[in-house]
Antibody
Framework: EVQLVESGGGLVQPGGSLRLSCAAS????????MNWVRQAPGRGLEWVSY????????YYADSVKGRFTMSRDNAKNSLYLQMNSLRDEDTAVYYC?????????????WGQGTMVTVSS | DIQMTQSPSSLSASVGDRVTITCRAS??????LNWYQQKPGKAPKLLIY???NLQSGVPSRFSGSGSGTDFTLTISSLQPEDFATYYC?????????FGPGTKVDIK
């Protein structure tokens, strides 16, 4: 079964750090670009970051640039998001999502999400 | 960055109704427009990719059209399981952006 499973969410104080992980299974992880997408409580979807299959290209939304770092380990079929200098407005459910090149780079597989709460 | 807008922001409809949601991009995105359905507490689900292509397993009552800057998602006959929030997303730029969403609820 094609699957993405996020972990690492939790409660953190403003200014703190957290590292999210996303474990992929059921497909050739190294062949796909990947993304993080977040959703604040009661709000819409916000794309956060993108990484190409080889890690050669990484992009970030302006709202997280300079604070978040996306990476991947193709040998471990894993995706990561290092989040530093966290702010209240980073509180959200964080999803990892696969971008399918043969589907116009639509996000065809999503994880179940992991909740990050930034609060003192 | 490419900005996406959707209308309406919400709508009330009955089972069997034909529903149309529109999405507009701030610049031409060719056909790199995708539609997702999200139900409360669940991850989004891909419905339509490339503006008009039905994702595998998605019922044929869903359809998409448009190119350039203006796009539509149509549900030909609304079913009880279709009450959800729908998002458009552009994949023309790898600074992917989503529309603000359209909530479809029961009249």
């Amino acid at each position: 079964e094609v699957q993405l499973v996020e972990s690492g969410g939790g409660l953190v104080q403003p200014g703190g750090s957290l590292r999210l992980s996303c474990a992929a299974s059921g497909f050739t992880f190294s062949s796909y670009s990947m993304n993080w997408v977040r959703q604040a409580p009661g709000r819409g979807l916000e794309w956060v970051s993108y990484i190409s299959s080889s890690s050669r290209t990484i992009y970030y939304a302006d709202s997280v640039k300079g604070r978040f770092t996306m990476s991947r380990d193709n040998a471990k079929n894993s995706l990561y998001l290092q989040m530093n200098s966290l702010r209240d407005e980073d509180t959200a459910v964080y999803y990892c999502a696969r971008a399918a090149g043969d589907l116009s780079y639509a996000f065809d597989i999503w994880g179940q999400g992991t909740m990050v709460t930034v609060s003192s | 960055d490419i900005q996406m807008t959707q209308s309406p922001s919400s709508l009330s409809a009955s089972v069997g109704d034909r529903v149309t949601i529109t999405c507009r991009a701030s610049q031409s995105i060719s056909s790199y427009l995708n539609w997702y359905q999200q139900k409360p507490g669940k991850a989004p689900k891909l419905l339509i990719y490339g503006a008009s292509n039905l994702q595998s397993g998605v019922p044929s009552r869903f359809s998409g059209s448009g190119s350039g800057t203006d796009f539509t998602l149509t549900i030909s006959s609304l079913q009880p399981e279709d009450f959800a929030t729908y998002y458009c997303q552009q994949s023309y730029s790898t600074l992917f952006t989503f529309g603000p969403g359209t909530k479809v609820d029961i009249k």
